[in-house]
């Protein structure tokens, strides 16, 4: 279980605050959405979830509790251990989230590499399982390929994969699908549907689109300038927003959409 | 691999050729009548008719491009106006010096600026700043004929290591004649390992800020191994260009050293044959001096294609 209490995060080069007092708790087995518009401090709070705030450049407070272990205070050295084994992070340009220059099989088992002792030839049998349970076709001809030589689809497939090889009780996804057409991102969000249904991990769910949201998430937080504004069951909000700006957010969706979702 | 090394090297070809032509028509345009200037004004005409055919100046110009080019490779550069030798026997062993102080200095370039780019990356941040770019900028500033000159003195005349003004035979004296040449390749080299340093730190720190390495982080990599795994990897392609351009450049820069430390390279012998207007001897140091750069260029090509696979499609990748 994840619980965030009175986060706050102030970048020293910005006046206002990116997050400004966000509370949160993620059940074990939940997929959070969390939908805000540009800048209003959606990838700041998964970073300072994930340990990837530049700490040197911002001051922070508030508890961020994984399980009961801290992690926005926690050391480097112990925020490594968490990365890839109990968090797995997934972001929005897979292409340039990917090394150009490391074969896709290897970034895939790369927590494996840091994590675990198994040999290349145990890692390379875990990363293919990895691949077919994120429904990667050919998986063995995937492993020896560079990201360029792989669509945008399969990318972050591969990263899901990546990120998910450990099996990470946690998974953050900051808008895995924004950058894919929109068929693909059907597939994506049915893959993280399955992925959690199946594995029980928790996720969160980092999307500027409610649409997107609703399909996949049962709970959501709605973030404006860095607050949470309204918060409960996806449905719920749907149906009765009660923010001014959750409404505006829903009027934003195109009505043949909106009506299509219920 | 295979398919763009060929291609590769049948770019290389081509450019040579055309280099080669090239050089070839320009100096058949500068050269006016290399027979009459060779005679003087007063020789009888048919003295002059005589030297012409002798030198196979009354050929036509593609036959003699042709004919000098087929030379070329085969070690016949032609022969000199002023000394009525072969040229490759005149310039042979300067070639061989020249070629030696460029590869030394090279090799002092590749070996030191590496793992010093690493360790300004890694060192040379917080309270080192100031020194580590102050002591750049110096390196950088020192022209080599400078340090030549203090070497010299230092070395050849208080300490009497070598003797600037007298190099040993390569062949009687091979270790002598090697540490003259590696006195003139610290000259050389200083600069170029400064901008060479500042330029792989500067690359590491720009790769430390793609988005790549915040994914490495998150999967638990350190800093360290983060530079060691993934950024030195992907800061390397544009070393080895920088580096391809400054082995490309170093053969002409011997020049100068070759005259302060006394070294008898090309470039004292090139000097000398452009005062007295010997064109087949500068035309010859022109074309090697041009191949040499081509070559460099083709080298840092192809070992960036072995780095990065993007770069073997066909090249217009970013
Ligand atoms: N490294 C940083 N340094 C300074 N300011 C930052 C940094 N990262 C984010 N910010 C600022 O923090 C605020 C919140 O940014 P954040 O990236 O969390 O927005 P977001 O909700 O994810 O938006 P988007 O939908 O565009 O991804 C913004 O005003 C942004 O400019
Ligand atoms: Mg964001």
Redesign the interface.
Same mark, same amino acid.
């Given at each position: 279980m994840l619980v965030i209490k009175d986060l706050h995060v102030k970048f020293d080069n910005r006046d206002r605050e990116a997050v400004a007092g966000v509370s949160l708790t993620i059940e074990d087995g939940e997929i959070l959405g969390l939908v805000g518009e540009s800048g209003s401090g959606k990838s700041v709070t998964a970073m300072s979830i994930a340990g990837l705030l530049p700490r040197k450049q911002c001051t922070y407070s508030g508890d961020i509790l994984l399980d009961g272990q801290d992690l926005l205070h926690a050391k480097r050295s112990d925020l490594r251990k968490i990365h890839g084994t109990k968090i797995g992070v997934v972001f929005q340009e897979p292409m340039s989230s990917m090394d150009p220059l490391m074969k896709v099989g290897e970034q895939v088992g790369e927590a494996l590499r840091i994590h675990t002792k198994l040999d290349r030839q145990a890692r390379k049998d875990k990363v293919i399982k990895a691949m077919e349970s994120v429904e990667l076709r050919d998986p063995e001809a995937v492993y020896d390929k560079y990201p360029h030589e792989l669509s945008g689809g399969m990318q972050q497939r591969a990263m899901i994969a990546a990120a998910i090889i450990t099996e990470p009780s946690l998974l953050l996804l900051d808008e895995p699908t924004t950058a894919l057409d929109v068929t693909i991102q059907a597939q994506i969000l049915e893959l993280l549907k399955k992925l959690n249904a199946e594995r029980k991990m928790s996720m969160l769910f980092i999307s500027h689109n409610l649409n997107v949201v609703r399909k996949l998430c049962r709970k959501v937080a709605v973030m404006q300038k860095g607050c949470l504004v309204e918060e409960g069951l996806t449905d719920e909000i749907f149906l009765n927003p009660q923010h001014p700006y959750t409404k505006r957010l829903i009027d934003a969706i195109p009505t043949r959409i909106r009506k299509e979702g219920s | 691999m295979m398919k763009y090394v060929l291609k590769r090297i049948g770019m290389l070809v081509v450019t040579m050729l055309l280099v080669s032509f090239l050089t070839f028509l320009a100096f058949e345009l500068i050269s006016g009548d290399p027979a009459r200037s060779m005679l003087g004004t007063n020789a009888p005409s048919y003295q002059v008719d005589a030297l012409r055919h002798e030198l196979g100046l009354d050929q036509p110009f593609f036959l003699r491009y042709f004919k000098w080019l087929t030379g070329f490779f085969s070690g016949d550069l032609g022969i000199s106006y002023s000394y009525r030798q072969p040229v490759w026997d005149l310039i042979g062993s300067k070639l061989m010096i020249t070629i030696l102080l460029s590869l030394i200095s090279f090799a002092l370039i590749v070996i030191i600026s590496i793992p010093m780019g690493i360790f300004s990356y890694q060192w040379g941040g917080g309270p080192f700043e100031w020194i580590r770019t102050s002591f750049n900028q110096l390196c950088m500033a020192i022209p080599p004929f400078f340090t030549g000159i203090l070497l010299s003195y230092v070395f050849g005349i208080l300490f009497r290591v070598f003797s600037p003004g007298d190099f040993p035979d390569l062949y009687e004296e091979p270790g002598a004649a090697f540490l003259h040449l590696f006195f003139g390749a610290i000259c050389l080299s200083i600069p170029r390992i400064a901008m060479t340093t500042r330029m792989m730190r500067s690359t590491i720190v720009s790769e430390m800020n793609? +988005?790549?390495v *915040? =994914? +490495?982080?998150? *999967?638990? @990599?350190?800093r360290r191994?983060v530079l060691v =795994?993934?950024v030195l990897? @992907?800061s390397l392609t544009s070393v080895v260009s920088f580096l391809g351009q400054t082995m490309a450049e170093i053969l002409a820069a011997t020049i100068v050293v070759e005259q302060v430390l006394g070294i008898p390279g090309l470039g004292r012998f090139l000097v000398l044959s452009i005062a007295q207007r010997d064109y087949p001897v500068v035309q010859a140091i022109v074309v090697i001096l041009a191949f040499w750069v081509v070559l460099a260029g083709t080298l840092a090509d192809l070992i960036n294609q072995s780095?990065?696979? *993007?770069l073997r499609l066909g090249g217009d990748?970013a």
């Open positions: - | 793609k +988005a790549y *915040r =994914t +490495a982080i998150s *999967r638990g @990599n350190d191994s =795994t993934h990897k @992907n780095i990065d696979p *993007r990748l």
